[in-house]
T-cell receptor, first 113, second 117 residues
Framework: GDSVTQMEGPVTLSEEAFLTINCTYT??????LFWYVQYPGEGLQLLLK?????DKGSNKGFEATYRKETTSFHLEKGSVQVSDSAVYFC????????????FGQGTRLTINP | GAVVSQHPSWVICKSGTSVKIECRSL??????MFWYRQFPKQSLMLMAT?????????EQGVEKDKFLINHASLTLSTLTVTSAHPEDSSFYIC?????????????FGNGTRLTVT
């Protein structure tokens, strides 16, 4: 069935380091792909999305490109900040039927000053 | 932007009692709301899809008689955990999509932490 696999965490980086969080997916059809972020004590917020192959989603310095050939949607940021510390979830949207979001297991990111 | 309000944010109850969690879309209408459960350090697992005016659709393995879902209006869905037990302790999150269609984003509530003693 449809699934999302994320890079296992936790990930700890120093401020201004380069970040990559890997995400691959398995899906029938052509899903939309998302990254959500969950800051400590808060709910999920949409970070970015891409709805078709080769689309690049970007927000707050984060980017991810929908790669159909590798079924991937890796999250990247060139220079992380302490405020980026959070849990990041990759997700795909199953468009058929109820249009459900399927989440990866989440990656906890900690940025040290 | 669109806001989903979830209430309560945390609740502690005794084993055997029932707990109701509300999910409201504050500034948009949602024909469909989703209920997720998040275990510590794990992902969100979809429990059920709640459709306004009809019965909820439950995911495999989720007991519908234990997790009662009611979606009485376009802005409110409720999840009732009946006869709660300690293993039901978890973080429950609802989400809603507005009427604009499948490509509109899901908006999430801040979640409800349920602790059953």
């Amino acid at each position: 069935g449809d699934s999302v696999t994320q890079m296992e965490g936790p990930v700890t980086l120093s401020e201004e380091a380069f970040l990559t969080i890997n995400c691959t997916y398995t899906a029938t059809g052509y899903p939309s792909l998302f990254w959500y972020v969950q800051y400590p004590g808060e709910g999920l917020q949409l970070l970015l999305k891409a709805t078709k192959a080769d689309d690049k989603g970007s927000n707050k310095g984060f980017e991810a490109t929908y790669r159909k050939e590798t079924t991937s949607f890796h999250l990247e940021k060139g220079s992380v900040q302490v405020s980026d510390s959070a849990v990041y979830f990759c997700a795909l949207l199953i468009i058929q039927g109820a249009q459900k979001l399927v989440f990866g297991q989440g990656t906890r990111l900690t940025i040290n000053p | 932007g669109a806001v989903v309000s979830q209430h309560p944010s945390w609740v502690i109850c005794k084993s055997g009692t029932s707990v109701k969690i509300e999910c409201r879309s504050l500034d948009f209408q949602a024909t469909t709301m989703f209920w997720y459960r998040q275990f510590p350090k794990q992902s969100l697992m979809l429990m059920a899809t709640s459709n306004e005016g009809s019965k909820a659709t439950y995911e495999q393995g989720v007991e519908k008689d234990k997790f009662l879902i009611n979606h009485a209006s376009l802005t409110l869905s409720t999840l009732t955990v009946t006869s709660a037990h300690p293993e039901d302790s978890s973080f429950y999150i609802c989400s809603a999509r507005d009427l604009q269609g499948y490509n509109s984003p899901l908006h999430f509530g801040n979640g409800t932490r349920l602790t059953v003693t």
